[in-house]
């Protein structure tokens, strides 16, 4: 196939055909573009559900986790629930900005910024349900090993004490990676915005980036290496994630299966997330030039796979608990479908393992209104995974007199939405002040942008771009 | 001269011209020079002669660094400073130790490539002997901007702008200090 018949196949990545110019002014106008009264009350709204949040948190760390509808045996509900939650929805950020650049796939570069942001503002989230839940958040640093007068140290054998380094360091790293990815553009901003305010913010953290080419060199191989790292990290964390569940010898938490389908689960609620975010701020930020159907359309064909491979998880968890020849795995497993929990479970599998499956159909997967709805399904789908998981093997434990049921209280629910409030006012934030869009990267995949003689694609300027790869190369080009 | 010249500026807006220009100016053996432009373009730092970074040494170093803490922290709190026996299991074993020798090798990798960048790229430095000229601001824009320094032992002024209209740039210019 020769690069010209590549050029008529292939769907642009950025529609309109805009100059370098073009992009810079597009992006940066976003933030020099007055604050709206729209944005404002948007923003009050969600500062507002946020402030509700750190209210409830507020009265569980003055009164104690009693305030919870937690009993005994339920010693995880929501608080868990929804740190599996927020954790997994990061995923996709690191799965976007790490892994789909290690395969080259240019459409990432209109969403990736976005999508790291959504990362770390959810680790934020997942933090703070996860010290709230430990009950004295005061006493957060006894997670950690450091030299104490009782001259005790954590017990490292505690998967426990793994989530404390995979969450941390997860945390750590999207940083870094997102902050590096945005110096260029901070440096382009510096030099176009007007207000003097704004150049010497801008100026400050971009920390005097100037587009050197022999920075570029630096810069080229410190991206790769990042996302040559986070790309098994991400996979990491998840499945120490599950090893919080799997190393317990409860029947439903004990089980193989859990750290592929724990990651696959979290790429697929991430995608949600990203999809239920960016469908909406396309719209409002008009950004349809560079978030285009085609990349909605690769994020619902992601989806449609990580779906199924949840699905496939949900399916195969019932014929080893009956493989197993364990009573109590099996019965765990019928009560899962058919016990107290059992709206809960099917809640999970319409959304999850039904609701995808339109995605088939490549109409569907470029129909924006319904695409929406799905991501919500999804979202929603992803929430009661997790919330089946924990109840459903802690409300019947081994003893019969000891089981229980559980409902969250008002504290529990109010967190819940407090943690959104804190997302969607973090992101509201970032659209607003930050380049939403990688603007150097999209520069680096327009037609014509990157020299014709390079790639042996020669025959003629304008289709050689075809074959070049998205911003950053190999070590050694 | 009242005011000492820095160097000389040229402007192009071709990224293949830029390459042909890019290609003379390392043959004509310039040193101290530089092309600024708003995207990485392929290619450019081979055409430069740049030698390849040692950035991926500082991370390896990293790597090294953060496995070792966390085998050492594991092993020496486990089984050297308080051993404590739980569930008869052993006190240190590297198979368990796995998950945070990951982690904290992925951490000291990514800190130490950050930081490896920040010292090569020489960041932050929040000043640029350039940072006022005009060309040099729209280089973060859409504009491929060389620079010869003054400083390189073949400059002069005149040769220098006469070179890079040569090579098809535009807007060429001596930059002074301001």
Same mark, same amino acid.
């Given at each position: 196939?020769?690069?010209?018949?590549?050029?008529?196949?292939?769907?642009?990545?950025?529609?309109?055909?805009?100059?370098?110019?073009?992009?810079?002014?597009?992006?940066?106008?976003?933030?020099?573009?007055?604050?709206?009264?729209?944005?404002?009350?948007?923003?009050?709204?969600?500062?507002?559900?946020?402030?509700?949040?750190?209210?409830?948190?507020?009265?569980?760390?003055?009164?104690?986790? +009693?305030?919870? +509808?937690?009993?005994?045996?339920?010693?995880?509900?929501?608080?868990?629930?929804?740190?599996?939650?927020?954790?997994?929805?990061?995923?996709?950020?690191?799965?976007?900005?790490?892994?789909?650049?290690?395969?080259?796939?240019?459409?990432?570069?209109?969403?990736?910024?976005?999508?790291?942001?959504?990362?770390?503002?959810?680790?934020?989230?997942?933090?703070?349900?996860?010290?709230?839940?430990? +009950?004295?958040?005061?006493?957060?640093?006894?997670?950690?090993?450091?030299?104490?007068?009782?001259?005790?140290?954590?017990?490292?054998?505690?998967?426990?004490?793994?989530?404390?380094?995979?969450?941390?360091?997860?945390?750590?790293?999207?940083?870094?990676?997102?902050?590096?990815?945005?110096?260029?553009?901070?440096?382009?901003?510096?030099?176009?915005?007007?207000?003097?305010?704004?150049?010497?913010?801008?100026?400050?953290?971009?920390?005097?980036?100037?587009?050197?080419?022999?920075?570029?060199?630096?810069?080229?191989?410190?991206?790769?290496?990042?996302?040559?790292?986070?790309?098994?990290?991400?996979?990491?964390?998840?499945?120490?994630?599950?090893?919080?569940?799997?190393?317990?010898?409860?029947?439903?938490?004990?089980?193989?299966?859990?750290?592929?389908?724990?990651?696959?689960?979290?790429?697929?609620?991430?995608?949600?997330?990203?999809?239920?975010?960016?469908?909406?701020?396309?719209?409002?930020?008009?950004?349809?030039?560079?978030?285009?159907?085609?990349?909605?359309?690769?994020?619902?064909?992601?989806?449609?796979?990580?779906?199924?491979?949840?699905?496939?998880?949900?399916?195969?968890?019932?014929?080893?608990?009956?493989?197993?020849?364990?009573?109590?795995?099996?019965?765990?497993?019928?009560?899962?479908?058919?016990?107290?929990?059992?709206?809960?479970?099917?809640?999970?599998?319409?959304?999850?393992?039904?609701?995808?499956?339109?995605?088939?159909?490549?109409?569907?997967?470029?129909?924006?209104?319904?695409?929406?709805?799905?991501?919500?399904?999804?979202?929603?789908?992803?929430?009661?995974?997790?919330?089946?998981?924990?109840?459903?093997?802690?409300?019947?434990?081994?003893?019969?007199?000891?089981?229980?049921?559980?409902?969250?209280?008002?504290?529990?629910?109010?967190?819940?939405?407090?943690?959104?409030?804190?997302?969607?006012?973090?992101?509201?934030?970032?659209?607003?002040?930050?380049?939403?869009?990688?603007?150097?990267?999209?520069?680096?995949?327009?037609?014509?942008?990157?020299?014709?003689?390079?790639?042996?694609?020669?025959?003629?300027?304008?289709?050689?771009?075809?074959?070049?790869?998205?911003?950053?190369?190999?070590?050694?080009? | 001269?009242?005011?000492?010249?820095?160097?000389?500026?040229?402007?192009?807006?071709?990224?293949?011209?830029?390459?042909?220009?890019?290609?003379?100016?390392?043959?004509?053996?310039?040193?101290?020079?530089?092309?600024?432009?708003?995207?990485?373009?392929?290619?450019?730092?081979?055409?430069?002669?740049?030698?390849?970074?040692?950035?991926?040494?500082?991370?390896?170093?990293?790597?090294?660094?953060?496995?070792?803490?966390?085998?050492?922290?594991?092993?020496?709190?486990?089984?050297?400073?308080?051993?404590?026996?739980?569930?008869?299991?052993?006190?240190?074993?590297?198979?368990?130790?796995?998950?945070?020798?990951?982690?904290?090798?992925?951490?000291?990798?990514?800190?130490?490539?950050?930081?490896?960048?920040?010292?090569?790229?020489?960041?932050?430095?929040?000043?640029?002997?350039?940072?006022?000229?005009?060309?040099?601001?729209?280089?973060?824009?859409?504009?491929?901007?060389?620079?010869?320094?003054?400083?390189?032992?073949?400059?002069?002024?005149?040769?220098?702008?006469?070179?890079?209209?040569?090579?098809?740039?535009?807007?060429?210019?001596?930059?002074?200090?301001?």
């Amino acid at each position: 196939m020769t690069a010209q018949h590549h050029e008529q196949v292939r769907e642009p990545l950025v529609l309109g055909n805009p100059s370098l110019r073009d992009v810079t002014a597009r992006i940066a106008s976003i933030v020099e573009s007055k604050i709206s009264m729209k944005y404002l009350l948007t923003l009050g709204f969600t500062a507002t559900m946020a402030g509700w949040g750190l209210f409830a948190l507020y009265y569980t760390i003055t009164t104690g986790i +009693g305030v919870w +509808g937690l009993n005994n045996p339920i010693g995880w509900g929501w608080d868990i629930t929804n740190f599996v939650f927020w954790i997994g929805i990061g995923h996709a950020g690191t799965l976007i900005s790490a892994i789909l650049f290690l395969f080259r796939q240019k459409w990432r570069t209109a969403i990736n910024r976005s999508a790291e942001a959504m990362t770390i503002f959810a680790v934020i989230c997942a933090l703070t349900m996860v010290l709230s839940h430990t +009950g004295r958040p005061w006493l957060f640093y006894w997670l950690l090993p450091y030299p104490n007068q009782m001259q005790m140290w954590v017990n490292f054998r505690s998967p426990l004490a793994w989530d404390v380094f995979a969450v941390n360091t997860y945390f750590t790293v999207s940083a870094l990676f997102w902050f590096v990815g945005l110096l260029p553009d901070l440096a382009t901003l510096r030099n176009y915005v007007k207000s003097d305010l704004a150049k010497k913010i801008y100026g400050f953290f971009s920390f005097g980036w100037t587009g050197s080419t022999r920075s570029w060199h630096h810069y080229e191989i410190a991206y790769m290496i990042l996302a040559g790292i986070s790309t098994p990290l991400v996979l990491s964390v998840h499945s120490v994630v599950s090893f919080d569940f799997t190393v317990g010898i409860l029947p439903g938490w004990h089980t193989t299966i859990f750290p592929p389908y724990f990651v696959a689960g979290a790429i697929f609620s991430g995608f949600a997330m990203v999809m239920t975010l960016l469908v909406i701020c396309r719209e409002i930020l008009d950004l349809k030039q560079f978030i285009t159907l085609k990349h909605l359309d690769n994020m619902n064909k992601i989806m449609l796979a990580t779906g199924m491979m949840v699905g496939y998880a949900y399916i195969l968890e019932f014929f080893i608990a009956w493989y197993s020849g364990s009573d109590w795995e099996s019965w765990i497993f019928i009560n899962r479908a058919f016990g107290d929990y059992a709206w809960a479970y099917w809640t999970m599998f319409t959304c999850n393992v039904v609701s995808p499956q339109v995605f088939w159909f490549a109409s569907a997967r470029r129909n924006i209104p319904l695409m929406f709805i799905i991501s919500i399904f999804i979202n929603i789908g992803m929430w009661f995974e997790r919330f089946t998981i924990i109840a459903t093997t802690l409300h019947h434990d081994f003893l019969p007199a000891s089981w229980g049921y559980y409902s969250p209280t008002w504290v529990e629910i109010s967190i819940f939405i407090g943690t959104f409030g804190i997302f969607l006012t973090l992101f509201l934030l970032f659209a607003k002040f930050v380049p939403v869009i990688a603007i150097a990267e999209v520069k680096s995949i327009l037609p014509g942008a990157q020299p014709a003689h390079h790639h042996g694609h020669d025959h003629d300027h304008d289709s050689a771009h075809a074959a070049v790869p998205a911003v950053a190369t190999e070590g050694g080009h | 001269m009242s005011k000492s010249t820095i160097g000389v500026v040229g402007e192009f807006t071709d990224v293949n011209a830029l390459t042909a220009a890019v290609a003379k100016v390392t043959d004509a053996g310039y040193q101290r020079w530089d092309v600024y432009t708003p995207y990485p373009v392929h290619g450019l730092d081979k055409t430069m002669k740049i030698k390849r970074s040692y950035l991926t040494y500082i991370s390896f170093a990293g790597l090294l660094g953060g496995i070792t803490t966390a085998l050492g922290l594991q092993w020496w709190t486990g089984a050297v400073d308080y051993p404590l026996n739980i569930g008869g299991k052993q006190l240190f074993a590297w198979q368990f130790s796995v998950p945070i020798d990951f982690e904290l090798s992925i951490l000291g990798t990514a800190l130490m490539t950050v930081m490896g960048l920040f010292h090569l790229c020489r960041l932050p430095t929040w000043y640029n002997k350039y940072q006022d000229d005009e060309s040099f601001k729209k280089a973060t824009d859409d504009t491929f901007v060389i620079a010869i320094d003054a400083d390189d032992d073949r400059f002069s002024a005149d040769n220098a702008q006469q070179f890079l209209r040569q090579l098809g740039a535009q807007n060429v210019h001596i930059v002074h200090a301001s």
